[in-house]
């Protein structure tokens, strides 16, 4: 589970979405926003059209590892991400590089 000091409130989703900088990748798009927060926080968004229960389960657990390690490897500080999954990826190697990628964008 992700620590809850790295976690999105619900209702702040909206506004990032609205106001966040988007930036497209081959599984997803991230979206950022500026925070007060020094501690970054992630919300995912993994929508029924990724799969079925397992499939979206799996692509969420491997999105949390993902971004933790992120977070030790690039030291985001003041940022709210929101991640919306667009393909499941199967490859937690392959989904890493792509994120990281766009994060090098921000």
Do not use: W
């Amino acid at each position: 589970m992700l620590p809850k000091i790295y976690r999105l409130d619900a209702k702040d989703f909206p506004g990032i979405y609205k106001d966040g900088r988007k930036i497209r990748g081959k599984y997803g798009m991230l979206v950022v926003k500026e925070s007060s927060n020094p501690t970054p926080q992630f919300g995912f968004v993994v929508s029924k059209k990724i799969g079925n229960a397992v499939q979206r389960h799996r692509l969420t657990r491997m999105l949390r590892v993902i971004f933790v390690e992120i977070v030790k490897e690039l030291n985001i500080q003041n940022k709210n991400i929101q991640y919306i999954a667009f393909e499941f990826c199967n490859e937690s190697k392959l989904l890493k590089e792509d994120i990281l990628k766009q994060m090098k964008e921000i």
